[in-house]
């Protein structure tokens, strides 16, 4: 069974420039989960989507983020403008529905580092 | 708000040696309690979980942890370590199973020969 796919792996960008990151679930997977984790701390909760609707964004900073999940597959996450506290390692989950006992799978994530 | 405290940033042992990453959480009500680990460029592999019923639990590579709700604890243990369990290790709570996972800062392992 393949995982959760992310790309790119790493992207180099200046402050102000706009950025995008892409995952893929895994198959059949309901929900999908977008993490920030910063270096020296743990992943942070910034969205979940149940298919193709949001159930949590409250700690997305919506003045710069933004995701979608067309389909209630694919799903990418936008930073626009980024500033140099963005770099940190975006990681993606996945997980077969929303149920407590639904096993969350990660990607090996976008590492994004802001200059 | 929920929140996790891993007190130890970083660990070394010995390979062989038994290995114990503490870990404290603050929660009202009963938590749901995860521990994860990462290697370097990889994402977050689920280690064991507890959700409810016997306290000490068994997970993947010979892990186990036992909740202590009188301590607020939920402690990793392994009674003899190998160089590949080398990683991060994060402890995370959870409100509703893996729904509202809030994670600690994590420990790095390092395993020496």
């Known amino acids: 069974e393949a995982g959760v796919a992310q790309s790119p792996r790493y992207k180099i960008i200046e402050k102000r420039q706009s950025v995008a990151f892409w995952c893929n679930p895994i198959?059949?997977?309901?929900?999908l989960y977008w993490y920030q984790q910063i270096l020296g701390q743990g992943p942070k909760l910034l969205i979940q989507f149940q298919n193709n609707g949001v159930v949590d964004d409250s700690q997305l900073p919506k003045d710069r983020f933004s995701a979608e999940r067309l389909k209630g597959v694919d799903s990418t996450l936008k930073i626009q403008p980024a500033k140099l506290e963005d770099s940190a390692v975006y990681l993606c989950a996945s997980s077969l529905g929303r149920g407590q006992d639904t096993e969350a799978f990660f990607g090996q994530g976008t590492r994004l580092t802001v200059v | 708000a929920q929140s996790v405290t891993q007190p130890d940033i970083h660990i070394t042992v010995s390979e062989g040696a038994s290995l114990e990453l503490r870990c404290n959480y603050s929660y009202g009500a009963t938590p749901y309690l995860f521990w994860y680990v990462q290697s370097p460029g990889q994402g977050l592999q689920l280690l064991l979980k507890y959700f409810s019923g016997d306290t000490l639990v068994q997970g993947i590579k010979g892990f186990e942890a036992e909740f202590k709700r009188s301590q607020s604890s939920f402690n990793l243990r392994k009674p003899s370590v190998h160089w590949s369990d080398a990683a991060e290790y994060f402890c995370?709570?959870?409100?509703?199973?893996?729904?509202?996972?809030?994670f600690g800062t994590g420990t790095k392992l390092q395993v020496i020969p």
């Open positions: 995370a709570v959870g409100a509703r199973g893996y729904q509202k996972v809030t």
């Open positions: 198959s059949g997977h309901a929900t």
